[in-house]
C-alpha cells in the first residue's frame, strides 16, 4: 500500500512561515505531479499550487502568487510547500495529491487522486 503524508503544519502568527512536506510512503514520486490544496472550515477545498514531475513547471493560485513555493526533491521523494507572510485567511487543513500540473492552469481538485492525510495550518494571533 502506498500513500502521501503531510507534516509541517502548525500554528503561526499573522506575518510568520511554515514549510509543509508532503512525503511519499511506500512508492517513488518521480515521474508524478504534485498538488497542494486546502480547506478552510465551512469552505469547498481549493487548489493552491502545483509542480510538474519535472520541477519545471509551477502553478500558484493567484491568492498565494508571491508568498508561497512550491518545490521538490526526488532523492527524499518529497514535495515542499514553503509558506511566508501567512495570514488568517491562509488558515485551513492542507493536502497533497497526485495529478495533473498544466501550463497556466490548476491544481483543480476534481482531477486529483491518492489524497494525504492532510495537516493543519493556523494562523492567529
Known amino acids: 500500500q502506498y500513500q502521501l503524508v503531510e507534516s509541517g503544519g502548525g500554528l503561526v502568527q499573522p506575518g510568520g512561515s511554515l514549510r509543509l512536506s508532503c512525503a511519499a510512503d511506500?512508492?517513488?514520486?518521480?515521474?508524478?505531479?504534485v498538488g497542494w490544496f486546502r480547506q478552510a472550515p465551512g469552505k469547498e477545498r481549493e487548489g493552491v499550487s502545483c509542480?510538474?514531475?519535472?520541477?519545471?513547471?509551477?502553478n500558484y493560485a493567484d491568492f498565494v502568487k508571491g508568498r508561497f513555493t512550491i518545490s521538490r526533491d526526488n532523492v527524499n521523494n518529497t514535495v515542499y510547500l514553503q509558506m511566508n507572510n501567512l495570514n488568517a485567511e491562509d488558515t485551513g487543513v492542507y493536502y497533497c495529491?497526485?495529478?495533473?500540473?498544466?501550463?497556466?492552469?490548476?491544481?483543480?481538485?476534481?482531477?486529483?487522486?491518492?489524497w494525504g492525510q492532510g495537516t493543519q495550518v493556523t494562523v492567529s494571533s
Open positions: 495529491a497526485l495529478g495533473p500540473c498544466t501550463i497556466g492552469s490548476g491544481p483543480h481538485v476534481s482531477a486529483y487522486y491518492d
Open positions: 509542480i510538474a514531475s519535472s520541477g519545471v513547471r509551477r
Open positions: 511506500g512508492f517513488s514520486l518521480d515521474g508524478f505531479a
